[in-house]
């Protein structure tokens, strides 16, 4: 049970309903790492807006975006968004099991294109030692053909997939898939 009170789909009004439903609809239920956000639905709102962009990103791939999530949320020891996207991994993103352990235990082995990996990579140095970041990195990646945009963007899910992750852990969200 969460630290703090939260509105099930069936109990939700207004707007909290109306994203509710945005969710159903999209994942076929509304995960409590979602439904953590009820006590402020815009918030919420305002979260699921963030998901649906990243979800539908045109340049990030579903597995580098899963990838990012997974290790940020290994690095936070948030057991429920590190078993989610691994999960994701293997059932969306045909990865295997072992692949998934080898990602954990060394990103530079994940199964992905060598572009997404170097971002990946950059992605991981922005989160553990931003201030080491420096315009090589940068260059590299626009080398490689990632935009200033993408950079920004990968950036930002990593760093939104901290917020969750704390919020998932402070407030003792249990699994639900």
């Known amino acids: ?41 815009e918030l919420l709102a305002n979260r699921w807006q963030a998901t649906r ?14 990838t990012i999530r997974l ?8 057991a429920y ?32 294109s060598a572009k997404d990996k170097a971002l990946l990579l950059f992605r991981l140095k922005s989160l553990h030692a931003p201030a080491d970041v420096n315009s090589k990195d940068v260059a590299a990646l626009h080398a490689l053909g990632w935009s200033d945009r993408d950079l920004l963007d990968a950036v930002t899910h990593a760093a939104y997939n901290r917020a969750v992750d704390m919020i998932l852990n402070t407030f003792k969200v249990e699994r639900d898939f």
């Open 81 to 112: 968004c590190v078993d989610f996207n691994a999960a994701m991994l293997i059932n969306a993103c045909d990865q295997t099991p072992e692949q998934v352990a080898a990602t954990r235990q060394d990103p530079s082995q994940a199964p992905l």
């Open 53 to 66: 962009y990243f979800r539908d990103h045109p340049t990030l791939s579903r597995a580098l975006l899963a």
């Open 71 to 78: 290790l940020v949320s290994d690095a936070n020891h948030c």
């Open 1 to 41: 049970m969460s630290l703090i009170k939260i509105t099930p789909p069936e109990q939700a009004e207004g707007q909290l309903a109306e994203t509710y439903r945005d969710i159903q609809n999209l994942f076929g239920m509304v995960p409590n790492a979602l439904q953590i956000s009820s006590a402020n639905p």
